[in-house]
């Protein structure tokens, strides 16, 4: 009897209010997302993806069924062998929960320091409620990986 306000239960006005305070932080979570997925989408307009220098005629024989370049000599840390280097740089916007990037990969010429090309992704993670499911992502723009950089940069040899 303690329990009744006005010959009320309360634990309907409990459930509501909870259900209106989740929902409030739910959109609360899902503009920020939003509002950050649209800052993506315009620095991707501004400078993404992926732009090419010069190009590197490759022999065929060191192309893989796939047709990405696989150098002799080449290691994890060297994959395009003793002439041409790697370079990636990651740029933290914001970090934590969401956290946007900027991912900046080039392959560079070592004799000369020349850059052949570079890519230019950005990307959201989370920003979702939490849950034990993998965050939510959003990146762009579309074909500015590795592989699409490489791919671009070292072209097969027509012998």
């Not at 620095?43 to 190009?55: F, I, R």
């Not at 900027?102 to 850059?115: A, E, Q, T, Y």
Request: net charge positive; charged share 30%; hydrophobic share 35%.
């Amino acid at each position: 009897m303690a329990l009744l306000i006005r010959g009320r239960c309360p634990t309907k006005s409990i459930a509501v209010g909870i259900a209106v305070a989740g929902l409030v932080v739910l959109e609360g979570c899902t503009r920020e997302r939003d509002e950050l997925d649209q800052e993506v989408k315009q620095l991707c307009a501004v400078d993404g993806g992926v732009k090419v220098y010069e190009t590197v005629s490759v022999p065929a024989d060191y192309f893989d069924e796939y047709g990405v370049a696989r150098f002799p000599g080449a290691t994890p840390l060297q994959p395009y062998g003793q002439d041409y280097r790697r370079n990636w740089e990651i740029k933290y916007y914001r970090k934590g929960d969401p956290e946007m990037v900027r991912s900046h990969l080039s392959i560079v010429r070592l004799k000369d320091g020349k850059v052949l090309g570079e890519a230019i992704r950005y990307s959201r993670v989370g920003g979702d409620i939490p849950s034990w499911l993998h965050p939510s992502h959003f990146s762009c723009p579309a074909g500015a990986g590795s592989s699409d950089l490489e791919r671009q940069v070292f072209i097969r040899r027509k012998d």
